[in-house]
């Protein structure tokens, strides 16, 4: 069979371990489910085109490589003649539904065309002729792909069938190493320069592969395989999606200015080892120093142990009540390197892996990066974005409005945080400082606690507060957005007491 050939054959280790996972779970379902109650949803795009040559494959593989009595395989395991269901849209591309038709009957499926959408489409359909499993071709970073399994029931309000995703775990350089590999036909859209399809209202080529042409005032595009970075493969869906953040809703990495005109921020630190005292944070202190520089409040600081739940309930709340959540530690091969699996519970998806992490992760691990699937580049689904830079020997990882950091100490920091502030679209807008004025005094803290607190009254602008360094020593803080009116507050408390009872000391 040309397919399996091809691909066993081929020199792609890592098409050859997608290949062989799809077609278990094609052959898993079609020892669960009778041919006649499975159904092929196939639209004309590349993932489809994808799972229909996997299908064909899977079913030759099912039915154990038979042949017909001169010794030749027969057209109907060949071509795998499965009830396909075709949603046709009038917004499609007239380029799409001759692909369709033109693809069923060179491959003999059972093509049945629905003019309803699909929901309502399949209500009827299923009522018709009772299916309990349908191939889909969903592809984790799909908008409908967040939570599914390779087999998933449908939802709760759907017509009861189960969801059989074989490429799932698929990227867009599998998909076309794969179309490729098997020298399989497409639709033609594709070669001029369309990477993602959607409805001909929605859908222009992608701009990244633009080709400059004086000749030709409309340009020309390379082919869609020729898209280096498949994280940006619906760069030519030109829908807008609504992004603005409001109180009922989680925040999903668009920043608000809250009621007291600051950014928030919080950090949570994964380690155990701060908890057992046997190490000390030093990171959130210095975090804290760059947030307050660059005018952000910082609301929360929190230490968690290496469980996932423990960071998945932190995580929860702070992504909801700050404009951004930083996250340390617990990122890592080991058992106890549980963050990302929380970040994921925390926004109720599940981890995947990550083809573009993964290969920065060779570079980096080399002969130590061993199997077809390294446990580190399993990052949660849907959500993640990877925040490159030349500085960085691998990429930050920002899920929504949480950013995880992969700095060890101070140094480390200091780089992340530098690239972070050089990386375009990323939600951390530098404002004013915070400035700061800080007073040491041999007054206990009985003593100035009145003063200090009608000054709070008058000064609620100004961050105003008292810290022991002993029990006949206090250091006086005065932290806000204004210096006149810090320099106003710390006049105000000086003149309220002998002079020479406070002196001013840097906190650095």
Not at 45 to 61: C, E, F, M
Not at 121 to 144: M, Q, S, Y
Not at 226 to 252: F, I, Q, V, W, Y
Not at 387 to 396: C, G
Request: glycine share 8%; proline share 5%; charged share 20%.
């Amino acid at each position: 069979m040309e397919i399996d050939r091809a691909v066993r054959e081929g020199s792609d280790r890592r098409l050859q371990t997608k290949y062989r996972n799809a077609v278990y779970v094609i052959q898993r379902a079609f020892a669960l489910y009778e041919f006649e109650q499975v159904a092929f949803s196939f639209n004309g795009g590349k993932d489809s085109t994808v799972l229909l040559h996997l299908l064909r494959a899977g079913y030759y593989l099912h039915k154990g490589k038979p042949e017909c009595s001169n010794g030749s395989l027969s057209d109907s395991v060949l071509n795998c003649p499965i009830r396909t269901i075709y949603f046709e849209s009038p917004c499609a591309f007239p380029e799409i539904n001759s692909f369709t038709y033109e693809t069923a009957t060179v491959y003999g499926l059972q093509l049945e065309t629905i003019h309803s959408d699909f929901k309502s489409g399949l209500e009827a359909l299923l009522k018709e002729k009772p299916t309990k499993a349908i191939f889909l071709g969903t592809r984790i970073g799909d908008p409908n792909a967040v939570g599914q399994e390779q087999f998933s029931p449908s939802s709760i309000g759907w017509p009861p069938f189960m969801r059989v995703n074989p490429i799932l775990d698929w990227s867009y350089r599998d998909v076309w190493a794969f179309i490729l590999t098997c020298k399989v036909q497409y639709c033609s859209l594709y070669d001029q320069g369309y990477t993602s399809i959607g409805s001909i209202y929605d859908t222009v080529p992608n701009a990244l592969l633009s080709i400059a042409d004086s000749l030709n005032a409309k340009g020309t595009f390379k082919p869609a395989y020729m898209l280096s970075d498949g994280r940006l493969e619906r760069a030519g869906r030109t829908k807008k999606m609504h992004l603005k953040c409001n109180s009922t809703s989680p925040n999903n990495g668009v920043i608000s200015v809250t009621s007291s005109g600051f950014f928030t921020a919080s950090i949570v630190v994964v380690g155990d080892e701060i908890l057992f005292g046997t190490a000390e944070d030093k990171l959130s202190a210095a975090l804290c120093k760059k947030l307050y520089g660059i005018g952000w409040q910082v609301t929360h600081v929190a230490v968690v142990q290496n469980e996932i739940d423990s960071v998945a309930e932190e995580v929860e709340r702070r992504k909801l009540t700050n404009d951004l959540v930083f996250l340390f530690g617990g990122f890592g091969p080991m058992q106890s390197d549980v963050s990302l699996a929380g970040v994921a519970k925390a926004f109720g998806v599940r981890l995947a892996p990550d083809e573009e992490f993964e290969e920065y992760l060779r570079h980096l691990i080399g002969k130590h990066c061993t199997g077809d699937r390294n446990e580190m580049a399993l990052l949660p689904e849907g959500i993640t974005e990877l925040l490159q830079h030349e500085k960085l020997p691998l990429p930050l990882i920002k899920c929504q409005n949480v950013i995880i950091l992969a700095a060890t100490n101070v140094c480390e920091l200091e780089t992340q945080w530098d690239c972070l502030l050089e990386l375009p679209n990323i939600p951390l807008v530098q404002l004013a400082p915070f400035v700061s004025k800080h007073l040491s005094s041999m007054l206990s803290d009985v003593e100035i606690a009145q003063t200090i607190s009608k000054l709070c009254l008058e000064f609620p602008d100004v961050y105003i507060g008292c810290q022991r360094k002993s029990r006949v020593q206090s250091l006086i803080s005065f932290v806000g957005k204004d210096n006149t009116r810090i320099e106003l507050a710390a006049g105000r408390l000086c003149n309220s007491f002998p002079e020479g009872a406070f002196s001013e000391v840097n906190c650095g």
